[in-house]
């Protein structure tokens, strides 16, 4: 069974940092991209980065470049989402996806995701 575990939420200041981490089990992990998405109260789910380990391929939206950094730990299935210089814009719930469908600009679009977890929220407060 795929499983798709976030965590690493919570409140924080303006200009603070957060780091999430998301622990796939059920599938072999080089062989999907697996992308984080956010979705806020009243908008729609948008990608914020994605990472494809066979192809050494990281996308980040224009809107966290800079700011945001993603790794992996393969031996734990896990990947990692450093958010640093955080705003109230990025107050979103967070959600990790995986995929093994599509190219590198589709991945931070959701509907090419087949697998999601439960999401972890984020709260930046002014």
């Known amino acids: 069974e795929v499983q798709l575990v976030e965590s690493g939420g919570g409140v924080v200041q303006v200009g603070g940092s957060l780091r999430l981490s998301c622990v796939a089990s059920?599938?072999?992990?080089?062989?999907?991209?697996i992308g984080w998405f956010r979705q806020a109260p009243g908008k729609g789910r948008e990608g914020v980065s994605i990472?494809?380990?066979?192809?050494?391929?990281?996308v980040y939206a224009e809107s966290v470049k800079s700011r945001f950094t993603l790794s992996t730990d393969n031996a734990k299935n896990t990947v990692h989402l450093q958010m640093n210089e955080l705003k109230p814009e990025d107050t979103a719930k967070y959600y990790c996806?995986?995929?093994?469908?599509?190219?590198?600009?589709?991945?931070?679009?959701?509907?090419?995701?087949?697998?999601w977890g439960r999401g972890t929220q984020v709260t930046v407060s002014s």
């Open positions: 996806a995986a995929t093994r469908t599509g190219s590198s600009s589709d991945w931070l679009v959701p509907n090419w995701y087949d697998y």
């Open positions: 990472i494809n380990s066979r192809e050494g391929v990281t």
């Open positions: 059920g599938f072999t992990f080089d062989d999907y991209v």
